[in-house]
């Protein structure tokens, strides 16, 4: 089974506030993704990367930066938080492919007060 | 753009009563990938099934659905809902050649009630 490993699981930080969620995949994937999930829209993306030094826009990028210093690191950062980012992230890896099974981390809950 | 449909947000049923689930899909590629992702409360998701050839049934744990490329559906069933199946289920769509990320609906939950 993948592992994909997310830090910190839970998070509250404070408007205007600077916020890295990291995360850390140990199977070799090209793939990283993240996703936010919200009730009524589900899991939209974020940002994704295709391997190392690599980041791209994905359907929500507004407020978001991402990094991929390795390719078992991908990190999303909020540079100034605000309410409307409180929310549940997931980062996510698979194979490079349309076909390919993605895994999900346990998610971070982030309260932006 | 791309995109998936799941038009009920939420389902309630009795266990041991069949169950559906709607997922319609768009993308201007010829090819694309369905899944079902599941979550149960407090979990990630997880592949549930996935398929690829048109007018194929596909079946994974009791649940299964058939992708029909020329009405864009691929709909989740399974005949006999257990407390179990009690969870969140995500329609998705990968269909970029160059392998970008899935593309998921809103998600429908599903309460199994005895």
């Known amino acids: 089974e993948a592992a994909v490993t997310q830090s910190p699981r839970n998070k509250v930080a404070v408007t205007g506030g600077k916020v890295t969620l990291s995360c850390n995949q140990t199977?070799?994937?090209?793939?990283m993704y993240w996703y936010r999930q919200d009730t009524g829209h589900g899991l939209r993306l974020i940002h994704y990367?295709?391997?190392?030094?690599?980041?791209e826009k994905g359907d929500i990028p507004d407020g978001y930066k991402a990094s991929r210093p390795s390719q078992e690191n991908f990190s999303l950062i909020l540079e100034l938080a605000t309410p409307s980012q409180t929310s549940v992230y997931f980062c996510a890896s698979g194979d490079a492919g349309p076909g390919t099974e993605v895994f999900f981390g346990k998610g971070t809950r982030l309260t932006v007060v | 753009g791309d995109s998936v449909t799941q038009t009920e947000g939420l389902v309630t049923l009795t266990e041991g009563l069949p169950v559906m689930l709607n997922c319609t899909y768009q993308t201007i590629y010829s090819n694309p990938f369905l899944f079902w992702y599941v979550q149960h409360l407090n979990e990630s998701p997880r592949l549930l099934l996935k398929s690829f050839t048109d007018n194929k049934r596909t079946e994974h744990q009791g649940f299964h659905a058939t992708l029909h490329k020329s009405s864009s559906s691929f709909h989740l069933q399974k005949s006999s809902a257990q407390l179990s199946d009690s969870a969140l289920y995500y329609c998705?769509?990968?269909?970029?050649?160059?392998?970008?990320?899935?593309?998921f609906g809103t998600g429908t939950t599903v309460s199994v009630s005895p």
């Open positions: 998705a769509l990968s269909a970029y050649q160059g392998g970008r990320a899935l593309i």
């Open positions: 990367s295709y391997g190392a030094g690599s980041t």
């Open positions: 199977n070799n994937h090209n793939n």
